[in-house]
């Protein structure tokens, strides 16, 4: 039986995944914050950030406990991402729009994770922290998606 203690390796695999893209989405976000015009972005950006390590801490907690590895960096995807978001960002002309265009497709991205992950890990003792956590970008999703209709 699966514990808090002693979890099962699918579940293991996917919290290690999911640490991944959280580190990533964390410094994706803290790296879209220094490439955005508007202050009101660059603190939405900035609490997002924060945020995403939050959940990646919780996800490594709950490696932790029981005493699992915990990945130290994030994905080779989320790398290209950033780097594609400053470019796209130097060469755009509609200043913070692409920006938060790109953290849409990342929000996206990091939605399907936890939910292949939640398939995988149904009743697992991590099920709630999981399902807290994608409503938190779901939220998030939501909130950039107005802020784009906002400046149409």
């Not at 959280?22 to 410094?27: G, K, N, V």
């Amino acid at each position: 039986m699966e514990t808090t203690h002693k979890l099962n390796d699918s579940t293991v695999n996917g919290l290690q995944k999911l640490c991944k893209f959280c580190h990533d989405s964390a410094e994706g976000y803290r790296t879209a914050a220094g490439e955005l015009a508007s202050s009101t972005l660059v603190e939405a950006f900035g609490n997002i950030a924060d945020s995403r390590a939050a959940m990646r801490d919780e996800l490594v907690g709950m490696l932790g406990m029981s005493h699992e590895d915990i990945p130290d960096s994030g994905t080779m995807l989320g790398n290209v991402h950033r780097w594609w978001t400053e470019a796209r960002s130097a060469i755009s002309s509609t200043d913070d729009q692409a920006v938060v265009a790109e953290a849409i497709r990342g929000e996206n991205t990091i939605e399907d994770e936890y939910k292949d992950v939640l398939k995988d890990t149904a009743g697992s003792p991590a099920t709630n922290v999981l399902h807290s956590h994608l409503g938190s970008i779901k939220a998030c999703r939501e909130t950039l998606e107005s802020i784009v209709e906002a400046q149409r």
